[in-house]
């Protein structure tokens, strides 16, 4: 029997390699009978991504996914919210096509793309349904695919100062959907924790904020973006961004931050100690938020209030051994 050059590559995933003459059995309700082009087209509009299944008629796994996957009604059911499902004969018409445009080197291929036509990951061989239902989920959510890698990978760098972040940062960020995160770990770990260079985080935490307002890092940015601005003798803005940031607190998180940044850093301690006073009325029984009030007192030399905070954290925390520390430096009992 004479092998395409694609029967030749598959054969390494296809492992029965067993001639078939039975062609799969069509399942209506998961295949869409589409384009790529216009399966695109359709993703866009309803915010979801392609699954696009490169098979080969002759092959074995293929058909078990056929049997033991794709025609059980209760995956297509678990899997239309979030995605279009197409099957291409990876050995003619548009399927060779699709085959060849990303580099399929066996079958079965399940082709995972975003609405763009990107692809996000990959799933190669047969898996059972369970197994593939999570795999797609955990996709969709950003986990274990090849750009959750990627970040992961630079964002290891970041931590480590290692300079080769900025380049790799640099190739994610052209993601929308994980540039906030690589925005943000560039900035806030690499940036400013780690090179010690405000201006460069600045720069990098400001893009999120301007640019991906809604995602989840622009609520984290401001507390670095602050610090960096602080560090930058730009205490004005700092301030400005530190209060918009507090205004936005939903469930008195963000106070003991907000608090500390400004005892830790001998960036108005005063306004520190009103934002903690504050915070206490709201929630007299937050033991860190009594301690971060005594230290700020006793920055600012008062020693007394100090003592009275700190014995409150205490209080609610008796058998605390950093508290009886505390207490001990506060009023000056501590061994020397």
């Not at 096509?97 to 990107?118: M, N, S």
């Not at 990978?153 to 100062?161: S, W």
């Amino acid at each position: 029997m004479r092998l395409s050059v694609f029967q030749l590559l598959v054969t390494t995933v296809c492992f029965n390699g067993i001639a078939r003459s039975e062609v799969r059995s069509p399942t209506p309700s998961l295949w869409a009978d589409r384009s790529l082009p216009s399966a695109l087209e359709e993703a866009q509009k309803s915010n979801r991504w392609l699954m696009v299944d490169v098979f080969a008629a002759w092959c074995s796994p293929c058909q078990e996914m056929d049997r033991e996957v794709y025609s059980r009604g209760q995956f297509a059911d678990q899997i239309a919210k979030d995605f279009i499902a197409l099957r291409k004969n990876g050995e003619e018409g548009e399927g060779l096509a699709i085959a060849g445009k990303y580099h399929v080197v066996g079958v079965p291929t399940l082709l995972v793309l975003d609405g763009e036509g990107r692809e996000v990951d990959r799933v190669m061989g047969s898996l059972k349904m369970g197994e593939l239902v999570d795999t797609l989920r955990g996709f969709r959510a950003g986990k274990g695919t090849l750009g959750s890698l990627e970040l992961e990978v630079a964002t290891r760098h970041a931590m480590r100062g290692d300079p080769r972040t900025v380049l790799e940062m640099a190739d994610i960020v052209k993601d929308r959907a994980r540039a906030p995160q690589a925005l943000l770990t560039l900035g806030k770990y690499y940036y400013l924790r780690g090179q010690k260079n405000a201006a460069e985080a600045a720069k990098t935490l400001e893009e999120i904020v301007r640019s991906y307002p809604d995602a989840e890092e622009a609520g984290e940015a401001p507390y670095s973006l602050a610090l960096a601005y602080h560090q930058l003798g730009r205490d004005r803005e700092a301030r400005q961004v530190l209060d918009a940031w507090l205004a936005q607190d939903r469930d008195g998180t963000r106070v003991n931050g907000y608090a500390w940044l400004c005892f830790k850093n001998n960036f108005e301690r005063a306004r520190g100690i009103e934002v903690a006073k504050s915070g206490l009325a709201k929630a007299p029984a937050n033991d860190g938020l009594w301690d971060t009030l005594a230290e700020l007192y006793f920055s600012v030399g008062d020693r007394p209030q100090a003592v009275l905070a700190e014995k409150k954290a205490r209080t609610l925390k008796p058998n605390d051994n950093y508290y009886a520390t505390q207490l001990a430096r506060f009023t000056g009992e501590a061994k020397k």
